[in-house]
C-alpha cells in the first residue's frame, strides 16, 4: 500500500493579500538586478502591468520650466543632471503640462514634437543618450540656432546627463570642423550654477535634490493610496504584525511624529554636504528597502506572501527598517549601491559609546539603568528588546569566556548592532546622557548643521564654535596643544611649510571678523557649503578659504578636543596643512608688503626679529619676540 503524499500547505486565497499587486510594484524599485521601474522610461509598462497608481513625486523646477516656456521668449531648454536625478520624469512631465498626452508619449520616438497654441514648435528630445550621430547632429544643430542664432520658431527641450550633452557639443562642432562655442557656454552654467545665456535655460536637477525631496519621496511612498487595501487583510490585527505594514507606518511617523524621517534628513544633509550626491531614484531604492527589506525573503525584499512564513517563524524582527536603512538585509554585492555606500560613510551600527553599550547590554538588570533601558529599548516590542533579543542576550552573558568568542558573542554582537541603528533614530532629541550622533563618526554633526543654517541665514556663528574650529585649526597649524580659541597663528618651521610642529609665528589673525580682519565664515554658491576665510589684512591680499565639509569640521573638532590630528583621517591633515600653506603665502605678501613700506628703515635696520610661539601653564599660546642682531 502505497503511503499517501504528505498535505502541501494551502495556497492563500486569492483576495488574503489585497495589497500585493501593489507591493510587488514598490518592490520593483528595490535594490535588485533587473529594477526597470527605477527608470522613467519604463514606468508606463509597469503601472499597467501591476495595475496601480503611480508614485507621484513633487517635480521642484516643473513650474519655472513651464513658465519658461509658456513666457514665450526664444531659446531652448537643457534639463540636465546625473543618473537618476528625474530629468526623463520631468521631460515627460512637461509634455503633459503642455498638452501633450500620455499614450503619445508613451509609442513616440526618441525625439518627438509638440506644437504649442502660439504657434512655436517644441522638440523633446527624451533621451540624449540613445540618439546616433546623425539624429544628435540635428539635435544639436536646433540646439545651437534657437541659443545662440536667430531660430525663434523651433526649439529643443532636451534631458541629459551633464557629460552627455558636452560630448554631444564638442563631436557636433568636431564634425563640422570647428569648435562648439555653445559646449563652453554650458561647461561655465554647470560649473557656475547659472545660466550664461538668456536663449538656453538650463535647469540643473543635480543641485536640486535635498531633505526636502527625501522626505518628498517618504510621503509619496507612505502615504500612497494603495496601502489603504491593507485594511482587508487577515495578516494584520489580532496580535499579527506584518512587518511590510508595521514599516510602512515607521517611515510615516505613527508613534515618532516623523522623528525617524527627520533624523534621515539630517543624514542626507551632512553626506551631500561631504560630497555625496543622491538621485531621486536612490532615494526612491531606499525608500523600497526601508520598508520590504529582509535578509531571507528573496532577493532580500518582502511580498506579500513572505509575511506569514516570518510570522510563523517569529522572524519579524530582522525586517527592522532601521537596519535596512543601511542595507544590512542585502548581499554586499547589492549594498554597493551609491545610497547605501553614502549612509555606510557614517559607521551607524559599528560606532557606540560605553554608556550606549552599557545600556543595551546590562540595562535589562542593572536597577540604575532599568528605567532608561524600559523606556528606550524596552518599550520597542517588534524591533527593541524582543524575546529573541533577551534570550541571545542572557545567554551571552551567562556563557563562559569561550562561548562569548564564538557563535554566540557573533549572534549577539550582531544584534547589538541592529540596536544601535534603531537607538540612532529613535533615541529622543533632548535625551541628555545618550546622544544619537556619538553613535556614528560624526559626533559633532548636530553643531555643524547648527553653523551652516546659521551661516546660510548670514547669522553669527556661536561663540564656542568659532573658538572650537580657532583652537583645532592652531593646533594643525603649529603642532602643540595650545588652547587659544580668540585668534589665530599662523605658523611655520622657517622654511618648510608642511612641517608638523611649527613654532615661528608669521603672523596673527583674530577668530572673528574685525575691521574686514581676521576668520569668519560664509556659504559657498554652488555648493551650498560653509567655507572658512581667513584674512590676514583688509585691503590688496585676498582671504585664503577652506571649504568646511562635514569631515573636515569632526576633524577639527576632534583635534581641538586632544586628538592627534593623523589619527582620525591623514586626508583631511593634508587639506588642512595645504591651507595652512595657503595662509602662509599670504603672510610672505603682507610681509613684503610692510617691508616695502618700511624700505628706508629697513636699509638702516641691522637686526632680525623672529617670533616665537611659548605656552602658558594654562595652555594659552603667546607670540615672543625674539632679536637677533645681525652684521655687515
Known sequence: M?????????????????ASAWVRFLRSYGPTPENGTLFDEHVTKALAKA??????????????IVSRVLSGDPGSILIAGTAGDGKTFHCRSLWTELGGSAKDWASASVITELTLADGRVAVFVKDLSELANEASDEAMELLERSALGDEDKRFLIVAANHGQILERLRDFGTRRGRQSELRRIVQDAFLQAGNSTAKLAIFDLSKSVNRETLQNVFIAVARHPEWDKC????????????PIYENRNRMLGTGDEGLLARRLGDVAEVAKLNGWHLPVRDVLTLASNMILGHPDAKESLMTCADVPRLQGDQDIERASIYSNIFGANLKPKMRQRLVFQALASFGI????????????????????????????????????????????????????EEARMESTATAFLGRLEAQRRR?????????????????SVFRSASEYLTLARDVAKQRPISEPTRALLAKGLNRVMTGLLIENGDKLFVASSGGYTQSRVSVLCDTEAPARRVGGVGMRARIEASSGRPMLEVALVSAEIAPASLALTPVRYEFLCRVADGALPGS?????????????????????????????????????????????????????GFSRPVTIRTTQ
Open 2 to 18: 502505497n503511503n499517501p503524499e504528505p498535505a502541501q500547505p494551502a495556497a492563500p486565497a486569492l483576495g488574503s493579500h489585497p
Open 51 to 64: 495595475k496601480v497608481q503611480p508614485i507621484t513625486l513633487p517635480t521642484p523646477r516643473l513650474a519655472e
Open 349 to 400: 551600527g559599528s560606532e557606540t559609546t560605553n554608556g550606549t553599550d552599557g545600556l543595551l547590554v546590562y540595562g535589562a538588570d542593572d536597577p540604575a539603568l532599568r528605567p532608561a533601558f524600559d523606556r528606550l529599548v524596552r518599550s520597542d516590542d517588534i524591533y527593541g528588546a524582543t524575546a529573541g533579543y533577551l534570550t541571545e542576550l542572557r545567554a551571552y552573558l551567562e556563557g563562559d
Open 231 to 242: 485594511d482587508g487583510c487577515g495578516h494584520r490585527g489580532a496580535g499579527q504584525v506584518c
Open 423 to 439: 537607538l540612532f533614530f529613535t533615541l529622543p532629541d533632548e535625551e541628555p546622557n545618550y546622544l544619537y550622533w556619538q553613535l
Open 568 to 620: 582620525f583621517s591623514n586626508e583631511c591633515l593634508e587639506d588642512l596643512l595645504a591651507f595652512k600653506a595657503r595662509l602662509l603665502r599670504k603672510a610672505e605678501l603682507l610681509r613684503r608688503q610692510r617691508a616695502a613700506d618700511d624700505e628706508d628703515d629697513a636699509a638702516n635696520d641691522q637686526t632680525l626679529t623672529l617670533n616665537f610661539i611659548d605656552m602658558e601653564q594654562s595652555g594659552m
